[in-house]
T-cell receptor, first 113, second 112 residues
């Protein structure tokens, strides 16, 4: 089992540029979660999907953020335009069923200059 | 609402010392409780869990008991090792809810 796969592992970009983060969940998992982790705010849930459908996006900070899950094995989190305050580690996680253990990917460290 | 409160860190211990990281929760009903660990440069991984009152979760020498009367799920280890240095997160999952509520994390550093 390859676990949750995220790419890229590191991303450095300039303010105003578009950033796309990618995630491949564990095969067979019905739920996919996007988190953001910063020193100031800790771990924040941004959005989660069930069977490819967005269920709760109340954690998405603003319209510059969008997430899609076109199929069961792929999801993207896009920031357009990016700002320095978006610098953080972004984690993707998946789980088999509601309330069950979530498996986290290694994260993408985003730096916006 | 649902929330988790963890003791603030950082915590620094000598090798073989006893560890306690406090965690209390607020939730209606009967949540499941978890401890996740994050090693440097990695994602979170499940350390242990308990799904009902008085359950004890255990793994790698760590233990935590689900105490409904005190709404607590404190993490303990009898003898820490340098390799236990990490950030520890307490979390809860409300019955019927699809997401986890995480605490702020407690950084543990174990020195030789």
């Amino acid at each position: 089992d390859a676990g949750v796969i995220q790419s890229p592992r590191h991303e450095v970009t300039e303010m105003g540029q578009e950033v796309t983060l990618r995630c491949k969940p564990i095969s067979g998992h019905d739920y996919l979660f996007w988190y953001r982790q910063t020193m100031m705010r800790g771990l924040e849930l941004l959005i989660y999907f069930n069977n490819n459908v967005p269920i709760d996006d109340s954690g998405m900070p603003e319209d510059r953020f969008s997430a899609k899950m076109p199929n069961a094995s792929f999801s993207t989190l896009k920031i357009q335009p990016s700002e320095p305050r978006d610098s953080a580690v972004y984690f993707c996680a998946s789980s088999l069923r509601t309330g069950f253990e979530q498996y986290f990917g290694p994260g993408t460290r985003l730096t916006v200059t | 609402g649902n929330s988790v409160t963890q003791m603030e860190g950082p915590v620094t211990l000598s090798e073989e010392a006893f560890l306690t990281i406090n965690c209390t929760y607020t939730a209606t009903g009967y949540p499941s409780l978890f401890w996740y660990v994050q090693y440097p440069g990695e994602g979170l991984q499940l350390l242990l869990k308990a799904t009902k009152a008085d359950d004890k979760g255990s793994n790698k020498g760590f233990e935590a008991t689900y105490r409904k009367e005190t709404t607590s799920f404190h993490l303990e280890k009898g003898s820490v090792q340098v390799s236990d240095s990490a950030v520890y997160f307490c979390a809860l999952s409300k019955t019927g809810a699809n997401n986890l509520f995480f605490g702020t994390g407690t950084r543990l550093t174990v020195i030789p």
